[in-house]
């Protein structure tokens, strides 16, 4: 069956823009996770929903950064007033409640 | 708070060898590790996990020993393949707080023909 997916593959902006990245979760996983990856780094949780909430959003840096999950399947990651910081790949997973993380290719972000 | 880190950042084997990668944790109430590989320009894939209960794991060419004692894992690829070049990591999940996984910096695994 189909994996996580996520567009775009890659998203290049300059510094102050706003940017929207989307993850299409396996179906049927009631998780899914954000996590961010630095050049020759582990990724780094960012936010985890359990449904439609936010279960825990602990790892958002501050607050340009937003996800939502509306209707418990799609997730969008927003990202306000752009920083070259925050060029990165930012994964996206999902999981059954409990389960294995199954992870998307990840969206590379330049911010220029 | 918690952390996993690799020993070696970098390791390059001949093909046809068996590889090891390192991995030490720092809380000792970690319980579930989960190692990925990452290709390039991919996500990470899930390869084994193995739970505190046990002290080895096998799949299929790849073994997960798990020392609580001095809390270190690894991670044994035998007969080690060119398509088994990649950046490995070994992960652990925060406790009681929904899973979100805690990942080391990764051993890069550079395969010789």
């Known amino acids: 069956g189909a994996g996580v997916s996520q567009t775009p593959s890659n998203k290049v902006t300059e510094k102050g823009k706003y940017v929207e990245l989307r993850c299409d979760p396996i179906?049927?996983?009631?998780?899914l996770y954000w996590y961010r990856q630095s050049l020759g780094q582990g990724p780094e949780f960012l936010i985890y929903?359990?449904?439609?909430?936010?279960?825990?959003d602990s790892g958002l840096p501050n607050d340009r950064f937003f996800a939502v999950r509306p209707e418990g399947s799609v997730s969008t990651l927003k990202i306000q007033r752009t920083e070259r910081g925050d060029s990165a790949v930012y994964l996206c997973?999902?999981?059954?409640?409990?389960?294995?993380?199954?992870f998307g290719p990840g969206t590379r972000l330049t911010v220029t | 708070g918690e952390s996993v880190g690799l020993h070696l950042p970098t390791l390059s084997v001949q093909e046809g060898d068996n590889s090891i990668i390192n991995c030490a944790y720092s809380?000792?109430?970690?319980?579930?590790f989960i190692w990925y590989k990452q290709e390039s320009g991919k996500g990470p894939q899930f390869i084994i996990d193995i739970r505190s209960n046990m002290d080895k794991r096998q799949g299929q060419r790849v073994t997960v020993l798990l020392n609580k004692t001095v809390k270190h894992l690894s991670l044994q690829i035998a007969a080690t393949q060119p398509g088994d070049s990649a950046v490995y990591f070994c992960?652990?999940?925060?406790?009681?707080?929904?899973?979100?996984?805690?990942f080391g910096q990764g051993t890069e695994l550079s395969v010789k023909p």
């Open positions: 929903f359990q449904g439609t909430g936010a279960a825990d």
């Open positions: 997973a999902s999981s059954l409640a409990g389960g294995k993380q199954y």
């Open positions: 179906s049927g996983h009631t998780a």
């Open positions: 809380n000792s109430a970690s319980d579930y």
């Open positions: 992960a652990t999940p925060t406790r009681n707080q929904g899973g979100k996984l805690i």
